[in-house]
């Protein structure tokens, strides 16, 4: 479980994140939404480590990151998988190169075991074909199946995934979504995605967290979305006409 | 609005801050190193990327440059009195002492330069030094100290350098008819101080290493997109070849004067 308790982040006069607090459970995918400027991939880039936060703190199964020492901090790192908007995939390396990566870096595996792990991931995310491909020569959607193995070869605790479905077309972002939800069952880890897109918000978001101005305006399950009053939500979740239509069916339906 | 002495203190401070930041990041380059198993690796292959695929371009400069030199003090050194040996003296002290060593590291802060600052700019803006960094690994380490050691085998590349040069000053100045192999030869040996080949190795290694950090520097902190990193890769030649001169000044007062 990740605990965030009254975090704090400002870059010189602007305050990007204004006291937010929350938590964030194991085996559960959570959906960090909200517009552009509100402060999602800052508040991401915090439980990273990457942002340091002024106040508050951040606790990661009970460990406090601010009181961690940097072999510890450097450990927890270890234990996180990312799979970033634009996949971040090394050019200079093949797929299977790609997710070796972590193990070359951080475990003293022989290379036979290392190339079973990968393996095992590559299959998990139906890629062992694009093995010895480089990441130019395959499509957006599999170099994001590339980062999720990428990410999870380690296997982590905790998985950031920011935007996963940028850029693709909305079958592919599907199986994505899809693809994180089976994967966060299934290695029973806290997965936190930061997300435009509301077709994941109705797929995956088993928690939902609404940010505005660095504030926590909203929280809540895919369910409750549908039932909320929250103007600052129905304005950012239904602004197409086509959600308005699914809400409104939604609860004609419970009713 | 601003005054003039204020615009020169903004700009002052604004490069003493990038100089503290640059010695920042060599500080950063030698902590917590890679593994040498996946260093050894990346050391080879940034040989072959700087040194080795540099040969290429270093031998056909040197070659004409070389030549070059040798026409032009030959016209020039037009007078009877003068011995035609001079020629192959002067020569070998243009190509030893500043052409290798100087005139190559400009152009290498050109092609390597550029090629290192683009390299690691590019894998700025698509996030892929935020990747290292979020796997817990030193992604200076892993960029950088790899293209340092490379470079430390860039003084090889200046040696082939004073080889062609000189060996194209003497095809040039023997075939184009301009004096004697023996006279060429005899100006080669001429008042030959050893120090000078000392003098020229040692500002090698001190440039390369200003070839290998100064581009990475500014390809490591650079922000923006693909516009930007085209843009780094020109200030990064500017200033490996600002530094390179001002350093040539400096050890050439230090050590010959």
């Not at chain 1, 460990?63 to 450097?74: C, G, M, Q, T």
């Not at chain 2, 604004?14 to 930041?21: D, P, R, V």
């Not at chain 2, 040692?202 to 290493?209: H, P, R």
Request: aromatic residues 12%.
């Amino acid at each position: 479980m990740i605990e965030v308790r009254d975090i704090h982040k400002s870059f010189g006069d602007a305050h990007v994140l204004k006291g937010i607090s929350t938590t964030f459970e194991k085996g559960k995918t959570n959906l960090v939404i909200g517009q552009s400027g509100s402060g999602k991939t800052v508040f991401l880039k915090c439980l990273l480590g990457l942002f340091t936060p002024e106040e508050g703190d951040i606790i990661y199964d009970g460990k406090i990151y601010s009181n961690l020492s940097v072999d510890e901090r450097r450990n927890l790192r270890q234990e996180m998988g990312m799979v970033f908007q634009g996949s971040a995939l090394f050019d200079s390396m093949t797929v299977a190169g790609n997710v070796q990566f972590p193990l070359e870096m951080f475990t003293k595996q022989s290379k036979s075991e290392m190339q079973d792990r990968v393996d095992t991931v590559l299959k998990r995310v139906n890629l062992i074909d694009a093995h010895h491909k480089f990441p130019s020569e395959i499509s957006g959607g599999m170099q994001k199946r590339v980062a999720i193995a990428r990410a999870i070869v380690m296997n982590p605790k905790y998985l950031f995934c920011d935007e996963p479905n940028s850029g693709l077309d909305p079958k592919t972002a599907i199986l994505i979504d899809d693809l994180i939800k089976e994967i966060t069952e299934e290695y029973d880890i806290v997965t936190i995605i930061n997300t435009h897109d509301m077709n994941s918000v109705m797929q995956i978001g088993e928690k939902i967290l609404f940010l505005k101005n660095g504030l926590k305006e909203w929280e809540g399950t895919k369910h409750e979305i549908f039932k909320t009053d929250n103007e600052a939500v129905t304005g950012f979740v239904y602004s197409s006409d086509l959600f308005k239509k699914v809400r409104q069916m939604y609860i004609e339906e419970k009713n | 609005m601003l005054f003039l002495p204020e615009v020169v203190y903004f700009y002052f401070m604004n490069h003493l801050a990038q100089i503290g930041s640059y010695f920042l990041m060599i500080r950063e380059v030698f902590k917590k190193p890679t593994k040498w198993r996946i260093m050894k690796t990346l050391i080879l292959k940034e040989i072959d990327e700087l040194v080795y695929s540099s040969l290429g371009i270093i031998i056909f400069i040197s070659f004409f440059i070389g030549a070059v030199v040798t026409i032009q003090t030959a016209l020039n050194l037009n007078n009877p009195l003068i011995p035609k040996n001079l020629i192959g003296f002067a020569t070998r002290q243009s190509v030893i002492l500043e052409f290798a060593p100087t005139f190559v590291s400009i152009i290498m802060a050109g092609k390597v330069g550029s090629y290192i600052t683009s390299s690691i700019g590019t894998m700025r803006v698509t996030e892929q030094i935020d990747a290292l960094e979020v796997m817990g690994v030193n992604a200076l380490n892993y960029l950088v100290f790899p293209k340092i050691i490379a470079m430390l085998f860039y003084p090889f590349a200046i040696a082939i350098s004073m080889y062609v040069g000189i060996f194209g000053g003497w095809l040039a100045g023997v075939f184009g008819g301009f004096l004697t192999s023996a006279d060429f030869v005899t100006g080669l040996t001429l008042d030959f101080i050893p120090f000078h080949i000392a003098y020229a190795f040692i500002k090698t290694v001190i440039f390369a290493l200003i070839i290998a950090t100064v581009p990475a520097f500014h390809g490591f902190y650079m922000k923006g997109g693909a516009l930007e990193v085209g843009k780094a890769s020109t200030t990064a030649f500017v200033w490996t070849s600002v530094v390179i001169i001002i350093l040539n000044y400096i050890l050439t007062q230090l050590l010959l004067g």
